[in-house]
Antibody, heavy 119, light 107 residues
Framework: EVQLVESGGDLVQPGGSLRLSCSASGFTFSTYSMHWVRQAPGKGLETISA????????YYADPAKGRFIISRDNSKNTLYLQMSSLRAEDTAVYYCARRGSSDYYNDYWGQGILVTVNS | EIVMTQSPATLSVSPGERATLSCRASQNVNTRVAWYHQKPGQAPRLLVH???TRATGIPARFSGSGSGTEFTLTISSLQSEDFAVYYC?????????FGPGTKVEIK
């Protein structure tokens, strides 16, 4: 069974930093690209970053460029999102999601982790 | 950047009735559209990809259609577990973009 479990969410002050982790199991992690998708309270879904299966390619949506870094450790089956210079508008539930087997939709999602940016 | 729109914003349907949800892309995305639903407090769940291919374990009452810029998700006979928010997503361009969602509520 595919499982994705996020951790690391917290309350952080504006300008602060946080690292999210996503532990994967039930599939061969090293063969799948992975995404981070976030959802602000009461709002829709926003893909913010992606990484190729070997970690050699990383992609960022505009809100994440220059502030967030996506990475992975295939030996630990873990995906990361290092977030810095956090703003109130980064407050959201952050989901890790697996790229689909045939294209860039998301076929499995974690349960999500809440990040709150507030002084 | 490709923008996705969905209509209606809210759809009130009685159990057992048919529901038709629409999604439009701001430019041609071929058939690279997925549909998800999300229940309160839960993660989204993939229903359809490639505009019309049901994901693993998704019942046949869910069907997707369309290509280019116009897409439809049809739920043939709504069950109690289908009341949720439905999102379409294009994945032909970066970033993969979601529509704002359609809430399907009990009439």
């Amino acid at each position: 069974e595919v499982q994705l479990v996020e951790s690391g969410g917290d309350l952080v002050q504006p300008g602060g930093s946080l690292r999210l982790s996503c532990s994967a199991s039930g599939f061969t992690f090293s063969t799948y690209s992975m995404h981070w998708v976030r959802q602000a309270p009461g709002k829709g879904l926003e893909t913010i970053s992606a990484i190729t299966d070997d970690g050699g390619g990383t992609y960022y949506a505009d809100p994440a460029k220059g502030r967030f870094i996506i990475s992975r450790d295939n030996s630990k089956n873990t995906l990361y999102l290092q977030m810095s210079s956090l703003r109130a508008e980064d407050t959201a539930v952050y989901y890790c999601a697996r790229r689909g087997s045939s294209d860039y939709y998301n076929d499995y999602w974690g349960q999500g982790i809440l990040v709150t940016v507030n002084s | 950047e490709i923008v996705m729109t969905q209509s209606p914003a809210t759809l009130s349907v009685s159990p057992g009735e048919r529901a038709t949800l629409s999604c439009r892309a701001s430019q041609n995305v071929n058939t690279r559209v997925a549909w998800y639903h999300q229940k309160p407090g839960q993660a989204p769940r993939l229903l359809v990809h490639g505009a019309s291919t049901r994901a693993t374990g998704i019942p046949a009452r869910f069907s997707g259609s369309g290509s280019g810029t116009e897409f439809t998700l049809t739920i043939s006979s709504l069950q109690s577990e289908d009341f949720a928010v439905y999102y379409c997503q294009q994945y032909t361009g970066w970033p993969p973009a979601f529509g704002p969602g359609t809430k399907v509520e009990i009439k």
